[in-house]
DNA sequence: TAAATCTTTCAGTAAATTTTGAAAGTTCGA
DNA sequence: TCGAACTTTCAAAATTTACTGAAAGATTTA
């Protein structure tokens, strides 16, 4: 398999990743376009090597850049805006994970504790049980926060160095 | 805030979350409504609960018992099936996350190993960056899965009783 | 300040996913 | 072996989500 068609391989099966992760499909795949190009890269080329629109391009770079995982660069006497991705995987991941339980599982926690006021006896099977309930998943999304904490300090330097970090 | 009326807002948060992990809505509101309810439901109950179909709770329901965190259980001299969810939050987790891993990222994990054996030069600096990138992912996926197993064997009795375990 | 070059927006369209419901299938008691 | 009670299937419809492309907006340079 040649190079070009390796990295069309790649850029396929994250694309799929994403979507059953929830993440659009476009959005995967530009992110990884951009995580095995060495050069930065324009809207344009973006555009030519995904076959995708122009508005579409633009609203998948922003979203990745809002992730914090694909920053815009500017190249001295360019007029053009060109891309590149945060080249460590290690710290990719260590963002989406944070993004995603900011955006998506903390507002779950602010009801689920709202839930626990539920009125009536604390003492009825019911409501016992219900609390009780809420009260575990709490438990586990603290254990797992835990969790992914310690697997962010844990050693730091676990990568050996690559080509890729020239970018940061 | 009436148990019924917390329940629901748990069921409809709980879809919610689901939804933007790519899990359907439905799917993820009927774990919900057997999570909450004591005692095991009916199809028809559960159609009747969230005010959806035959069919599309039969088609979840299933798929729930294959991530193996719902189960089908028969109440002697009775004709219809009832289902029950695992109530154990922190075995539900891991089965989700086992199940994830198993269905959808080892499947690429197997294409990335391919990938590593792209045509040309291992020299070259662009194939070297490619392999590293790769290489990268897989350690991390590496890591990420010791991390998993260590918070599977953390404390597995983190989680004080509950009335819940009355089902196991 | 006008024109050229590039970026952003968003209404409309297209594609993908989910849901419905009716028909077919199954099981069981009489 | 019939039929009532229930479950499963799946084509079509509904809904949700993603994408396009043209127009408007911005920025730079001449």
Redesign the interface.
Known sequence: ???TE??Q??IL??G??G????INRTMAQIHALL??S?EPMSADEIMAELKISRGNTNMNVRELMDWGIVEKILKPGERKEFFIAE????VV?MRIIKE?KRR??EP?LV??E??K????DKND??????I???S??Q??SN??SK?ID??VK?DEH??TG???KLFK
Do not use: Y
């Open positions: 398999m040649k190079l390796a990295k391989q790649f099966n994250w799929v990743l979507t059953q992760w929830g995580l095995v060495i080249k460590d995987i290690w991941a995603r998506e599982v779950v009801v689920l709202q839930l006021e539920v009125e009536g099977k019911d409501i016992k049980q219900f009780s309930m809420i575990d998943i438990k586990f254990q797992a969790g310690g697997m844990m676990w990568f690559t080509l890729l």
